[in-house]
C-alpha cells in the first residue's frame, strides 16, 4: 500500500493515478480480510463496494475533460474551476470520499478496517494509517493542480462544463456515496449476517485442521 501510494504521488498521468489509487485501495481490503474478525472483514466489503462507485466517477470525471485534449498529464491543466464549476463540484466530492472523508462511503469502509487491523496487529494499523496518509496527499495534490490556478492554456479557455446528460449520470452516485456514508447501517446490517457466518466457519476449520494436526502429532 505505502510503495503503491508512493509511486501515486509521482504520477503525473491522471488516469494513471487514480490506477494506483484502486490498487491501494485494494491494499485497504486485503488488510481487512486477513485481519479475520467481524469489523475488518465488514469493512473490506463495505470498502469494495464503495470503491466501485467511486473509483470508477473519478475515472469518468477526469475522462469529462481529456477526452477533447491531446493529453492527461495533470500539468497540462489548471484553473478549472473557472470555466467547470460542476465539473470541479462534482469532481471533489469523488476525490474527497477517495481519500476517507467522514460523511461518505469511503470514511466507513476505511475506519472499520483500521479498527479491525488495530485488533490483530498495531503494526499493520500503523502502515494502513499511513497509506491512508499518502493517499490523501496525492489526490489533494491532483486536485489542486487540475482545477485550481489559474487559466492560462488557450484550449481550456473554450472548455465547456458538465452537461444535462453529465449531471443525470452523476447523480445517482452522488445519492449513494453520501447515503453510504450517512447512513452505513443500511449496508452493514446485511454484510454482518454473513460475515458472521463466514467466520464461524472459518474458525471452525481452523479448529477442525488443528485438532486433526494434534492427534496425528500423538500417534
Request: hydrophobic share 50%; aromatic share 10%; net charge neutral.
Given at each position: 500500500m505505502i510503495y503503491t501510494s508512493l509511486v501515486a504521488l509521482a504520477q503525473e498521468d491522471m488516469k494513471k493515478l487514480i490506477a494506483y489509487s484502486s490498487v491501494a485501495h485494494m491494499g485497504f481490503?486485503?488488510?481487512?480480510i486477513f485481519s479475520v474478525n467481524q469489523q475488518a472483514v465488514e469493512g473490506a466489503i463495505f470498502q469494495m463496494l464503495s470503491h466501485g462507485f467511486v473509483?470508477?466517477?473519478?475515472?469518468?470525471?477526469?475522462?469529462?475533460f481529456?477526452?477533447?485534449?491531446?493529453?492527461?498529464?495533470?500539468?497540462?491543466?489548471?484553473?478549472?474551476?473557472?470555466?467547470?464549476?460542476?465539473?470541479?463540484a462534482v469532481f471533489m466530492l469523488f476525490m474527497l470520499a477517495s481519500v476517507g472523508l467522514p460523511g461518505t462511503s469511503g470514511f466507513v469502509g476505511e475506519f472499520?478496517?483500521?479498527?479491525?487491523?488495530?485488533?490483530?496487529?498495531?503494526?499493520?494499523?500503523?502502515l494502513i494509517a499511513t497509506g491512508?496518509?499518502?493517499?490523501a496527499a496525492y489526490m489533494l495534490y491532483l486536485y489542486r493542480r487540475?482545477?485550481?490556478?489559474?487559466?492560462s492554456k488557450d484550449d481550456l479557455k473554450?472548455?465547456?462544463?458538465?452537461?444535462?446528460?453529465?449531471?443525470?449520470?452523476?447523480?445517482?452516485?452522488?445519492?449513494?456515496?453520501?447515503?453510504m456514508g450517512v447512513?452505513?447501517?443500511?449496508?452493514?446490517?446485511?454484510?454482518?449476517?454473513?460475515?458472521?457466518?463466514?467466520?464461524?466457519?472459518?474458525?471452525?476449520?481452523?479448529?477442525?485442521v488443528d485438532g486433526g494436526t494434534s492427534l496425528a502429532a500423538t500417534r
Open positions: 481490503v486485503t488488510s481487512g473509483s470508477a466517477r473519478c475515472s469518468c470525471a477526469s475522462g469529462s481529456t477526452t477533447g485534449c491531446i493529453t492527461r498529464k495533470s500539468a497540462r491543466y489548471g484553473g478549472l474551476v473557472h470555466r467547470m464549476p460542476r465539473y470541479a472499520l478496517i483500521m479498527l479491525g487491523a488495530f485488533e490483530a496487529n498495531t503494526w499493520v494499523a500503523l491512508m496518509v499518502l493517499g487540475v482545477i485550481f490556478g489559474e487559466l473554450s472548455i465547456l462544463d458538465l452537461n444535462t446528460r453529465e449531471i443525470a449520470i452523476f447523480i445517482p452516485l452522488i445519492i449513494l456515496v453520501l447515503w447512513y452505513p447501517s443500511s449496508f452493514l446490517e446485511p454484510i454482518s449476517v454473513s460475515v458472521t457466518n463466514l467466520l464461524d466457519n472459518y474458525h471452525s476449520a481452523l479448529a477442525a
